[in-house]
């Protein structure tokens, strides 16, 4: 079995914002060598996501809204229990709960097998500061 793992530095420039991280997942995934397996993109951080939707901008927009709706951004000390410990983003929390932590992706013929319009996303909801992306390859 073979074993590749790269590191991705995700920074952006505001606090909520959507990184498309298909084409570098594709040429890791080139780069190991596996044609038959399977392919771990963790954020490693406790306030992003790492997730699999549609590749298209106005479902981004939606996923915001609603996310603002369930949990929404609010400095205000007493908005979220968290905010006790003197951190202000418990929303960042809850949101990457609602996105999931991570994706773990079929390799087939060395290639990421994915759907016709999926595509590997990296949402960032306490951002502008580097953050890194664990990209892990596992299989034959």
């Avoid at 590749?4 to 060598?33: F, K, N």
């Avoid at 709706?69 to 000390?77: C, E, G, I, T, V």
């Amino acid at each position: 079995m073979k074993v590749h793992t790269e590191y991705l530095t995700v920074h952006t420039q505001r606090r909520y914002d959507w990184v498309h991280l298909t084409p570098q997942i594709e040429d890791i995934v080139a780069r190991s060598g596996v044609q038959d397996g399977m392919v771990l993109v963790n954020p490693m951080h406790i306030t992003a996501s790492v997730f699999v939707n549609d590749h298209e901008h106005g479902l981004l927009e939606d996923f915001g809204r609603w996310l603002e709706r369930l949990a929404p951004h609010d400095p205000d000390p007493k908005a979220y229990a968290h905010h006790r410990t003197g951190e202000d983003n418990a929303d960042a929390h809850l949101k990457r709960q609602l996105m999931g932590r991570e994706a773990c992706l079929a390799i087939t013929a060395g290639k990421l097998d994915l759907g016709t319009w999926e595509a590997v996303y990296y949402g960032e909801f306490d951002g502008r500061r580097d953050k890194r992306v664990l990209v892990k390859v596992l299989g034959i």
